[in-house]
């Protein structure tokens, strides 16, 4: 019994020299420990049960010392001394603040081990330090590559250059916030914002007609040149007369949110459509992104082999980008880099718009998010939202696309750089029109930022994160391809139907095509779609609403290879489709909101044809939107790679720095 006594007794001492020891007399304390361990050992019976051989030795071991009773009163074991087993805590005895007695000779901690408890205790003593080391290490080797890659190529350090200009801007903001933030907001912007909200109904007045006069005299003198651009206008004012007729509220709209949304989705469309800058970053995005996505058919072709990716690019292609995109899509959500833009875009729009935090955070969200994550990001919230709230979040989350999707988009043939400023354009428009079409009347309890805390994924690392991400990813790529086989099957159901019915009257070319083909060529013609092309772009929109998003975007690139279609119409097109809000999708959401919120299963249901109708009307107005500043000629002049002058002098400043090859050879020489 003693050498197991002593076993469990060194087990639970750490070395004096390395946690250092405030006792006078260690001899004492060890001396004093031991005996009451003896005293308990020889105070047992013979017939001793495991539990209460395992209380003795707690309480022999874990025995506190205390000092004073030391020097007074040695060699005293009363069970008053020791640890009784109700206060009997483990983890207190590992805690690194008790100090613990040196073992006896020969029985110490390995050399190896002291030197791994010792380098553990200077490393986190100094671990500021050590990380500020390595950060300046870091930049400084970071900066002499930086410099070298400029000096080397400037164009093929584009990416390089932007992605540093993010960075240092992006810490550059960090320590002014976390330094100067509190001061800067206190002194320079509370005081106008007060001003302004003290002021507000007075400045409105003065600030909507400057901004309507201002717009108007844009549009005439630089924008407007053709009358197909005037059918998108058109459409603009269509769509909203309908949405302010069916309202639900019409005497409760608050206009500011409404006003403000199409503003700031008009002010992306100057910048995407007509600067010639905010078009080459974005369309660089585009390239980028796509670039990135690419890397996912190399686990493709490890698996399927490149003939499988020839033959089948929608099964072996297609859909297992999207466990790719998933998986990087998760990662980016662990490290909170997705919640920091979506959190960063809805202060801005909240700020303009006026609009509570979470259909604002949900909008902004749903650019990078498919609306289950956005839904389980906000679950904490979905209960205690108000109708019109519960209205925004529904249709935010069907009227654009989640960006793990971008890919099979773009693979099937839509332009990237459209369908990027689509998602981002419908964000601002879909809380316009929602507010426009369900006013809010109810008081809400998020109504700031603050009240908002985004639930954040249990995930213990990034490789979990990855793992889940594609599980979650598996899921839709079963949903995708059930759907996109289901459709398609039924769709030449319903082909092979219409072709006998209208056989039977001479008339045997009779589709489900050609029915959407005339059904929805009245908003494909208000929207800017040009005559020759409406009736193939009104086809597209009909099978995105009654069949899938999937099949009308493979349609959409089938009819651009095939020259049906011109640039401005697939431009307008791609608009008009980039949304997640066909009836097959909608059926989709009900079983999400029946695994993530069944409380308000029913009141989904009930809203769900306004929210078709808003989520889809949503995508109109961006494509009229976009069909009134869309100019082919400035899209050809904007693709063209003349430099301009600006480029040209920083060319020139920069071909004044010697490269590395150029150090190099003067080293050399």
Avoid at 188 to 193: A, D, K, N, S, V
Avoid at 256 to 285: D, E, N
Avoid at 355 to 371: K, M, R, S, V, Y
Wanted: net charge negative.
């Amino acid at each position: 019994m003693i050498p197991q006594h002593f076993s469990l007794l060194l087990d639970s001492l750490y070395d004096i020299e390395s946690q250092g020891s405030h006792i006078d007399n260690p001899e004492t304390a060890a001396t004093t420990v031991i005996e009451g361990m003896l005293a308990q050992t020889s105070s047992s019976t013979n017939q001793r049960t495991p539990e209460t051989e395992t209380d003795s030795i707690r309480d022999a071991y874990f025995l506190p010392f205390d000092e004073s009773k030391a020097k007074t009163d040695e060699g005293s074991s009363s069970s008053s001394d020791r640890l009784s087993i109700e206060s009997f805590d483990p983890e207190k005895c590992l805690d690194p603040a008790i100090r613990y007695l040196d073992p006896p000779e020969g029985l110490r901690p390995h050399p190896i081990e002291k030197f791994q408890r010792c380098l553990s205790v200077r490393c986190k003593k100094f671990s500021r330090l050590i990380w500020r080391f390595v950060a300046v290490a870091l930049l400084v080797g970071y900066s002499v590559y930086f410099g070298f890659a400029i000096a080397y190529s400037v164009e093929m350090a584009t990416t390089l250059i932007v992605v540093t200009c993010l960075a240092v801007a992006s810490a550059g903001y960090v320590f002014i916030r976390d330094h100067f933030g509190d001061k800067i907001y206190e002194k320079c912007f509370e005081p106008i914002e007060t001003l302004i909200d003290r002021n507000w109904n007075c400045i409105k007045w003065l600030l909507y007609p400057l901004m309507m006069i201002g717009l108007i005299l844009y549009l005439c003198l630089d924008v407007v040149r053709e009358a197909i651009q005037l059918q998108s206008l058109t459409g603009i004012v269509v769509i909203m007369t309908f949405l302010y007729v069916t309202s639900r509220h019409p005497n409760r709209i608050y206009w500011r949110p409404v006003i403000w949304g199409f503003s700031i989705q008009i002010i992306m469309a100057i910048l995407v459509l007509r600067w010639k800058y905010g078009y080459t970053a974005v369309k660089w995005l585009a390239d980028v992104i796509q670039a990135f996505i690419e890397f996912g058919f190399v686990g493709e072709a490890a698996v399927f082999g490149d003939p499988f990716l020839i033959f089948h690019p929608f099964a072996f292609m297609g859909l297992p980008l999207l466990l790719y995109l998933g998986a990087v899509m998760s990662i980016l959500y662990y490290f909170g880099l997705t919640q920091l833009v979506a959190c960063k875009i809805a202060w801005l729009m909240q700020k303009t718009m006026g609009t509570t935090a979470i259909e604002t955070l949900n909008a902004a969200a749903n650019i990078f998010l498919d609306g289950m994550d956005t839904m389980l990001m906000l679950r904490s919230y979905l209960e205690k939202l108000t109708l019109s709230e519960f209205n925004c979040l529904m249709t935010g989350n069907h009227a654009t696309v989640a960006g793990f999707v971008f890919a099979l988009f773009v693979l099937f043939g839509a332009p990237p750089q459209h369908l990027l400023s689509a998602a981002v354009m419908s964000a601002p428009a879909t809380i316009a029109i929602c507010k426009l079409n369900y006013p809010e009347t109810q008081v809400s309890i998020t109504k700031e930022m603050e009240d908002v805390k985004l639930a954040k994924g249990d995930d213990v690392n990034a490789f979990e994160a990855a793992a889940n991400g594609v599980q979650v990813a598996g899921k839709t790529v079963a949903a995708v391809g059930g759907c996109y086989i289901a459709f398609l099957s039924i769709l030449a159901f319903l082909n092979a139907t219409l072709s006998y019915v209208g056989a039977r009257v001479g008339y045997p070319e009779l589709s489900f095509e050609m029915i959407c083909s005339y059904v929805m060529w009245p908003m494909a013609f208000i929207v800017g779609i040009e005559y020759d092309d409406c009736q193939e772009a009104a086809k597209l929109m009909g099978i995105k609403l009654f069949a899938t998003e999937f099949l009308a975007y493979q349609e959409l690139g089938n009819s651009e290879a095939a020259g049906r279609l011109s640039d401005r119409s697939t431009a307008i097109v791609t608009y008009a489709m980039c949304g997640f809000s066909s009836i097959s999708t909608l059926a989709i959401a009900v079983g999400i909101w029946f695994s993530i919120c069944p409380q308000r299963v029913k009141l989904m249901v009930s809203m769900m044809l306004r929210v078709f109708i808003e989520a889809n009307l949503s995508c109109y107005v961006t494509a009229c939107v976009a069909g009134v500043f869309y100019s082919e000629e400035l899209m050809k002049k904007f693709d063209s790679n003349d430099p301009s002058p600006a480029q040209n002098l920083v060319s020139w400043i920069l071909g004044l720095i010697p490269s590395y090859k150029e150090l190099m050879s003067i080293g050399s020489s």
